[in-house]
């Protein structure tokens, strides 16, 4: 069974920086590009970056450029989101996935003073 | 950035069928935007019912079915049942990004 666990969100300042895991079991990680998609509170799914299988290629969606790094582990099967220079309007649920077929619970980021 | 367009709101007649619809700022959607389209419940992660254009997963209804119809992506859901009732999402591709729509409120009444 394929199984997706973020972590790492949680309450930072405007300004800060917070790092999310994705854990992933259930499927070979090192065989599927992986994506993380967010949702803010009472708003729509936005898709926020990929990488490649092999960490070598990645993509962000315009909000979150130069600010965001996505990255992964494949001996560890799991998938990183660095998130730095947070804004208010960061704040969602943020999604894992696997080549956008599973999906994760998701993790809680509030970026407020 | 492209802007990928649904329908706010629709609403089907329990046995009934609907088309939900994404259309493409930059022009028609074709298979080369690999269309998908999500399941949203409240309180549930997404679910992916459908990926490139029309292919379905092992868990995904039968009643559902995806296709490109006048220049859009479409989800046509084909004897409604209670438990449709969600907000769905389509996603496209863009030359190595990917943009949702706004979803469609889907009410099955």
């Known amino acids: 069974e394929v199984q997706l666990v973020e972590s790492g969100g949680g309450l930072v300042q405007p300004g800060g920086s917070l790092r999310l895991s994705c854990a992933a079991s259930?499927?070979?990680?090192?065989?599927?590009?992986m994506h993380w998609v967010r949702q803010a509170p009472g708003k729509g799914l936005v898709w926020v970056s990929h990488?490649?299988?092999?960490?070598?290629?990645?993509a962000y969606t315009d909000s979150v450029k130069g600010r965001f790094t996505v990255s992964r582990e494949n001996a560890k099967n799991t998938l990183y989101l660095q998130m730095n220079s947070l804004r208010a309007e960061d704040t969602a649920v943020y999604y894992c996935?696997?080549?956008?077929?599973?999906w994760g619970q998701g993790t809680l980021v509030t970026v407020s003073s | 950035q492209a802007v990928v367009t649904q329908e706010p709101s629709l609403t089907v007649s329990p046995g009934g069928t609907v088309t939900l619809t994404c259309g493409s700022s930059?022009?028609?959607?074709?298979?080369?935007?690999?269309p998908y389209w999500f399941q949203r419940k409240p309180g549930q992660a997404p679910r992916t019912l459908i990926y490139?254009?029309?292919n379905k997963h092992s868990w995904t209804p039968a009643r559902f079915s995806g296709s490109l119809l006048g220049g859009k992506a479409a989800l046509t859901l084909s004897g409604a049942q209670p438990e449709d009732e969600a907000e769905y999402y389509c996603?496209?591709?863009?030359?190595?990004?990917?943009?949702f729509g706004g979803g469609t409120k889907l009410t099955v009444l």
């Open positions: 990488i490649s299988t092999d960490g070598s290629r990645t």
């Open positions: 930059t022009g028609a959607v074709t298979s080369g935007h690999y």
């Open positions: 259930g499927f070979t990680f090192s065989s599927y590009w």
């Open positions: 996935s696997n080549g956008l077929a599973s």
């Open positions: 490139d254009t029309s």
């Open positions: 996603l496209l591709s863009y030359s190595g990004t990917w943009v």
